[in-house]
Structures are given as structure tokens and as C-alpha cells.
């Protein structure tokens, strides 16, 4: 079993910054990707970063790229998901999730299995 344990959400104005950590536990959890995904109110939940254990490989979405930056700790078994320049968009319930597969780095929600709780993340204007 694999378990996920998101943290690191809250308050914060436009152009703050928080960081996200992801725990992760659970057997082979470190041969397959970790990606950060989100979802609004009302929205889909979407793609925002993932990451590959071994390498440190990264893909980002282009709303986040350059703002966003993803990167893992294997000693302590967590992805971090550092976020700059905050705006009201990016206000959303963030999870973390594990990939079915070993291979890749892939952007679909269906390509994920496990997922956490989510911690939520506000932008205030």
C-alpha cells in the first residue's frame, strides 16, 4: 500500500510564495513518478508537476513554468513543490499522486493511482 500525506497549504496574498511537501510511504513508492496536480472550484483537476525519483527528471505546466519548481528530498521520502509569484488563479485544492507506471513522466489523471488528501492553497488578491 502507498500512502501520500500532502502539507505546506494556507493563505497567502498575490505574489506570495508557499511550499508544498508530499510524503510518501508505502512499497516501491520511490520507482515511480510523483506529479502535483490541482483543481479549482468547478474545475477540472489539472497537471501542474511531476517528478521522477532516480533522475530528479521534471515536467511542468505551462501556466506554472518558471514559477512553479518541483524537486524531491529521498532521504526524507518527499516531493516538494515550491510555488513563487502567487496569483488568484492559482487558489485550488492541491493533491499529490503517484504514477501507475515506472516509465515517463506523464500529465493525465488516469495515468495516476494513488492519490493524498490534498491541502488546500488561497490566493488573495
Known amino acids: 500500500q502507498v500512502q501520500l500525506v500532502e502539507s505546506g497549504g494556507g493563505l497567502v496574498q498575490a505574489g506570495g510564495s508557499l511550499r508544498l511537501s508530499c510524503v510518501a510511504s508505502?512499497?516501491?513508492?520511490?520507482?515511480?513518478?510523483i506529479g502535483w496536480f490541482r483543481q479549482g472550484t468547478g474545475k477540472e483537476r489539472e497537471f501542474v508537476a511531476g517528478?521522477?525519483?532516480?533522475?530528479?527528471?521534471?515536467s511542468y505546466a505551462d501556466s506554472v513554468k518558471g514559477r512553479f519548481t518541483i524537486s524531491r528530498d529521498i532521504a526524507k521520502n518527499t516531493v516538494y513543490l515550491q510555488m513563487n509569484s502567487l496569483n488568484p488563479e492559482d487558489t485550488a485544492l492541491y493533491y499529490c499522486?503517484?504514477?501507475?507506471?515506472?516509465?515517463?513522466?506523464?500529465?493525465?489523471?488516469?495515468?495516476?493511482?494513488?492519490w493524498g488528501q490534498g491541502t488546500q492553497v488561497t490566493v488573495s488578491s
Open positions: 517528478i521522477r525519483w532516480s533522475s530528479g527528471s521534471t
Open positions: 508505502g512499497r516501491t513508492f520511490s520507482t515511480y513518478p
Open positions: 499522486a503517484r504514477a501507475r507506471t515506472a516509465w515517463g513522466l506523464p500529465r493525465g489523471v488516469n495515468e495516476y493511482d494513488y
